[in-house]
């Protein structure tokens, strides 16, 4: 099984740039999709960004469409969320999630093996 550790993530102002960085070991990691989720306080999570094993699909939440970036390298097993025009609402804390077998879409929902989640805090 694949695990995760995630680096980067803190505090910037409405507007800024935010980038985070997962790096996964054990298991064959172009077989998993690898995707983002961040909960904020008293709400559940949520699905942010995906993207399919081989970088052939990517999936973002509405709320971030055409504002985050996913993106992957394989030979390095990382996977990065570049987070551009950041809002308080993006404010939460943000979970690098793996989903063998799956695609980009399939990442929203099912069985996921998660990193250990990092702050993210916009301010306005």
């Known amino acids: 099984q694949v695990q995760l550790g995630q680096s980067g993530g803190g505090l910037v102002q409405a507007g800024g740039s935010l980038r985070l960085s997962c790096a996964a070991s054990?298991?064959?990691?172009?077989?998993?999709?690898m995707g983002w989720f961040r909960q904020a306080p008293g709400k559940e999570r949520e699905f942010v960004a995906a993207?399919?094993?081989?970088?052939?699909?990517?999936y973002y939440a509405d709320s971030v469409k055409g504002r985050f970036t996913i993106s992957r390298d394989n030979d390095k097993k990382t996977v990065t969320l570049q987070m551009n025009s950041l809002k308080p609402e993006d404010t939460a804390v943000y979970y690098c999630?793996?989903?063998?077998?799956?695609?980009?879409?399939?990442?929203?929902?099912?069985?996921?093996?998660w990193g250990q989640g990092t702050q993210v805090t916009v301010s306005s």
């Open positions: 999630a793996a989903k063998i077998f799956s695609n980009a879409q399939g990442m929203a929902t099912g069985s996921r093996n």
């Open positions: 054990g298991g064959t990691f172009s077989n998993y999709a």
């Open positions: 993207i399919s094993g081989e970088s052939i699909s990517t």
